[in-house]
C-alpha cells in the first residue's frame, strides 16, 4: 500500500508565498515523476508542475517564473512547491502526485487528498 500525503496550504494575500510538501510513503520500489496538480471550483484538475527521479522539471506556463518544484534527494520520496507573487487565480485545492514503481516493476499512479490554498485579493 502507498500513501500520498500533502501538507503546508493555507490562505495568503495576493503577492505572498506558500510552500506545499508532499510525502510517498509504503511499499515500492522506486518513485519516477512527482508532481503536483490543481482544481479549482467548476474547473478540471489541470498540471501545475512535474519532476522526475533525475530532477527534470515541467511547468504549466501560468506558473512559470513564480512556482518551484523540487525533490529532495536524499528521501526521493518527497516533492515540495515553492509558490511566490500567488494570485487569486492559484487557488485551488492542490494534489500530489507520485508514479511509483513497485517491487514487481509496476508502474501506478498514486494521488494525495489534496491541501487548499486560497489567495485573496
Known amino acids: 500500500q502507498v500513501q500520498v500525503v500533502e501538507s503546508g496550504g493555507g490562505s495568503v494575500q495576493a503577492g505572498g508565498s506558500l510552500r506545499l510538501s508532499c510525502v510517498a510513503s509504503g511499499s515500492f520500489l522506486s518513485i519516477n515523476v512527482m508532481g503536483w496538480h490543481r482544481q479549482a471550483p467548476g474547473k478540471q484538475r489541470e498540471l501545475v508542475a512535474t519532476?522526475?527521479?533525475?530532477?527534470?522539471?515541467?511547468y504549466a506556463d501560468s506558473v512559470k517564473g513564480r512556482f518551484t518544484i523540487s525533490r529532495d534527494n536524499a528521501k526521493t520520496n518527497s516533492v515540495y512547491l515553492q509558490m511566490n507573487s500567488l494570485k487569486p487565480e492559484d487557488a485551488a485545492v492542490y494534489y500530489c502526485?507520485?508514479?511509483?514503481?513497485?517491487?514487481?516493476?509496476?508502474?501506478?499512479?498514486?494521488w494525495g487528498q489534496g491541501t487548499q490554498v486560497t489567495v485573496s485579493s
Open positions: 519532476i522526475t527521479s533525475g530532477g527534470i522539471t515541467n
Open positions: 502526485n507520485a508514479g511509483v514503481i513497485s517491487r514487481r516493476y509496476l508502474h501506478t499512479d498514486y
